[in-house]
């Protein structure tokens, strides 16, 4: 990897001459198309090719967990190269409404961000060759910036995958196994994370890399390269509605221009696409929304093909879709993108400079305050997309409080973080903080309702005029010393940092209780869930003062030193509600039938949000795992009616009962429906009362079905914050509903979180959908011998972003199984 450039660092050296590039297939000894090309692969002709031509410069801008390298390459004429630092200045300027000279248009392609729609990358490696050997023309007022390969582990999965079982030559039948890939497939990444929902809240390595080169340079355009089923034809910008209210006239015209461009080579070629139907512009963590709320025109292109096509594949029209196809219309896209930007720089570069003109919208600041971690951790996320904010401490402060949802007056809390619209990225921090997006139509490719003030659980009011802020924020500076004359420490529960703090105090053996009921020790007042660490539980452990104070240190956890174990109020410490925590040895069910993605956030959840062990178990070989290995068995979303015969249903029971602690989420609830002992039957009472059948217009039924549906809205939840599945959280919490799915309270178990009278907060749910929500469970606990099944309904690991709903994970793993697993 030794001839990267770094971004701020030009060329120290060029081979002048543009002679002797190598043809794809000359560098790879195969025709494109003729072979899926492996990722480091991908990469060396990207070098090559950057260290023999002049107009390339290639640079890594990070790299995956699986250790693959992130690359992109800058492609222009070669005096734009020469002065390519200055090019992007003076771009970067327009952003900022400082004075700035005339400027090229820059078009990004990004390639393969699902790892098994595997033919743009193939068609990224033409489309650079091209631009280089025969549209120079184009390069002279165009900068071409091509990321290969957004996901390389998706992509190397799937490939590598293919490569194994294809026959040779290809097999087109679609029975052939060739084109039936094996779970998870490649479409995510290594954490199974869907890189394409995954823009705005940036969790991934892949994403927060990306964001850092994508700000460095904020294109006029960017396009998407996707892949969709065998039988559809291509599709184009324009895109479909809903559009966000933000995207301007200019935004949508200008897609339409390209897609016109697009539309004229597929004319000429006989090739079928459509436009305007499927793909909408509303939710922002796409690779086309994300974009076109910075300015650009953001587009996605979908190809026929996806993990299923293989090299070549027989679809329903009695056509062979070929992997040189798929990548020859992927080229062509491309090319003629890169065209109209060269076309109309000038257009671009003046309407893109008008975009940060003014945010225009109804709030012009959001102020927010509650948990230091959690407002710390919403900073870490505004600092990847360089959404600028600053602190107030005083003064009154009045709007529309999302707490209340409704109009309030009060003060400022110290430490309140303020965001406001007055910046650059304005229109991003209306996008991700205004309490309710409009909505110009419900039919919607994703989630209605994602408002940042929500998901963090940070009370928040929108003020509709300007917040004038800038002042200091004081959290207090963590610097906890060692009490040796005391008789331990004792620690709050707030927050995931609380969490991590823990995981990491029981993987260095330390013996950890946690209370139960509110207590104050030296007149401190310590709600329940709070950490005691004490030294009479901890008597052989060499070090123990310095060790627990080096971890807390470490975790920036405010340690209490505590003196005596007699509270000033509330139990004392050798009472029974201050227990002690047993280490959790955890299972987590993936494979068939198992959600990847909700595996995936389970496991990037235990590895790099807790920081605790977690041992994947496949369902292929579940009947054979002995369980009283493990104290939590999760099982993700799912559907599992053939995991769930006779024999492994009484397994699980058997678990539970012995005192085991079993987690069930979201579609995986369903398995356990009207099942002895499980406690679990779905609400439908809503239902029942409309059995009257309704004539409805065959054409309306898309829109008539609808009123079942819930498609991610934010919906308030009443929660029982005495049980410990609770622990932590204030009586409110703002779930995301994802689905319809509606269960009853438990009747012998505990209701923790709970929807009496359904209120949506934000986002959409179709009138039958929220009838049905009436008495509902959201979070529960049902007890089962000497253990205890719980049930998470709504899911609050939904792609890492829901930074409010983490805690309950840790709570249920953690704190509802106190009794342990007895080996009996
Ligand atoms: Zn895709």
Not at 409 to 430: A, C, D, H, R
Not at 611 to 616: A, L, M, N, R, S
Request: charged letters at 20%; proline letters at 4%.
């Amino acid at each position: 990897m030794k001839h990267f450039y770094t971004l701020s660092f030009l060329f120290s050296f060029f081979i002048a001459a543009s002679q002797n590039l190598p043809a794809p297939a000359e560098f790879l000894g195969y025709e494109l198309g003729s072979q899926f090309t492996r990722h480091s692969q991908v990469v060396d002709y990207f070098e090559e090719i950057s260290e023999k031509s002049a107009m390339v410069q290639l640079h890594q801008y990070g790299q995956t967990n699986e250790r693959r390298p992130l690359i992109y390459a800058t492609i222009s004429s070669e005096e734009n190269i020469q002065n390519i630092e200055k090019i992007r200045q003076n771009h970067l300027n327009n952003v900022s409404n400082t004075d700035s000279s005339t400027d090229k248009a820059i078009v990004w392609l990004s390639y393969n961000v699902h790892g098994n729609e595997a033919s743009s990358t193939e068609a990224a490696m033409k489309t650079l060759y091209t631009l280089i050997t025969q549209k120079q023309d184009w390069l002279k007022n165009t900068i071409v910036i091509i990321d290969p390969c957004i996901n390389p582990d998706g992509r190397d999965r799937y490939v590598n995958w293919y490569n194994q079982v294809k026959a040779a030559p290809y097999n087109v039948d679609p029975a052939a196994a060739e084109h039936h890939e094996p779970w998870p497939g490649g479409r995510p990444n290594h954490y199974l994370f869907d890189l394409n929902r995954d823009w705005a809240w940036a969790t991934q390595v892949e994403t927060q890399a990306r964001l850092k080169a994508y700000n460095a340079w904020m294109p006029h355009i960017h396009v998407d390269f996707h892949e969709q089923y065998i039988n559809d034809p291509y599709y184009f910008a324009p895109a479909a509605e809903p559009f966000h209210e933000i995207i301007t006239p200019f935004q949508r015209d200008f897609q339409t221009r390209i897609g016109k461009n697009n539309a004229k080579y597929f004319d000429q070629n006989g090739w079928l696409y459509f436009t305007g139907e499927r793909f909408d512009l509303l939710y922002p963590s796409y690779g086309d929304t994300y974009p076109t709320y910075m300015g650009a025109i953001g587009m996605t292109y979908e190809q026929a093909g996806h993990g299923m096509a293989g090299l070549g594949i027989q679809t329903n029209e009695a056509a062979i879709l070929t992997l040189k196809d798929r990548l020859e219309h992927h080229f062509t896209t491309g090319i003629s993108t890169v065209e109209v930007a060269s076309q109309n720089s000038d257009e671009l570069s003046a309407n893109f400079r008008k975009y940060f003109e003014t945010a225009d919208s109804r709030y012009k600041s959001y102020a927010l305050s509650g948990n230091a971690d959690r407002l710390q951790k919403l900073t870490e996320l505004l600092d990847r997309h360089e959404i600028t904010y600053s602190y107030k401490n005083s003064g009154k402060l009045s709007g529309y409080n999302y707490l209340q949802a409704g109009n309030q007056s009060g003060n400022f809390e110290k430490n309140t973080l303020v965001v406001s619209t007055n910046q650059p990225k304005g229109k991003m921090v209306k996008v991700l903080f205004e309490p309710q997006t409009k909505l110009t139509d419900s039919v919607t490719y994703d989630i209605t309702a994602w408002s940042l003030p929500y998901a963090y659980g940070l009370n928040t009011t929108a003020s509709t005029s300007t917040i004038q802020a800038g002042e200091n924020a004081n959290f207090g500076k963590i610097s906890n010393t060692v009490n040796p004359s005391g008789v331990g420490y004792l620690s709050k529960w707030n927050s995931m940092n609380d969490a991590a703090f823990l995981a990491a105090l029981l993987q260095q053996e330390i013996k950890v209780r946690f209370s139960e009921t509110t207590f104050s020790s030296q007149n401190e007042q310590f709600e329940p869930g709070s950490l005691v660490i004490l030294k009479s539980d901890n008597m052989n452990l060499p070090n123990f003062d310095e060790k627990v104070v080096s971890i807390a240190n470490e975790h920036k956890r405010k340690l209490t030193n505590a003196a005596t174990g007699f509270s000033t109020s509330g139990p004392d410490f050798g009472s029974s509600s201050i227990s002690i925590l047993n280490p959790q040895k955890v299972a987590l069910l993936k494979g068939d039938g198992v959600s990847s993605l909700n595996f995936g956030e389970i496991w990037y959840y235990f590895e790099q949000d807790l920081q605790y062990p977690v041992t994947p178990v496949d369902t292929d070989y579940f009947s054979s795992v002995d369980l009283d290995e493990f104290d939590v068995l999760i099982m993700p979303s799912g559907r599992y009616r053939s995991l769930l015969n006779e024999s492994n249903l009484e397994k699980i029971s058997s678990f539970v009962k012995k005192g085991g602690n079993l987690i069930v989420l979201e579609d995986a609830i369903a398995a356990f429906e009207g099942k002895e002992g499980f406690g679990i039957t779905k609400n439908e009472q809503a239902k029942k009362d409309s059995t009257k059948v309704e004539l409805i217009p065959y054409a309306q039924r898309e829109r008539e079905s609808i009123k079942d549906m819930i498609t991610g809205s934010i919906i308030r939840t009443k929660i029982d914050n005495t049980h410990p599945l609770a622990f932590g959280y204030p009586d409110t919490y703002f779930s995301l509903k994802l689905t319809s799915d509606s269960y009853s309270f438990l009747k012998n178990g505990n209701n923790v979180g709970v929807i009496q009278q359904p209120e949506v907060v934000s986002g959409f749910a179709g009138s039958n959908a929220i009838k049905n929500l009436k008495n509902s469970l959201v979070f529960g606990e049902q007890p089962m011998g000497r253990g205890s099944i719980i049930y998470l309904v709504d899911n609050p690991l939904f792609r890492a972003f829901w930074e409010n709903g983490k805690l309950f994970f840790a709570n249920a793993v953690f704190f509802t199984n106190k009794t342990g697993y007895s080996y009996n």
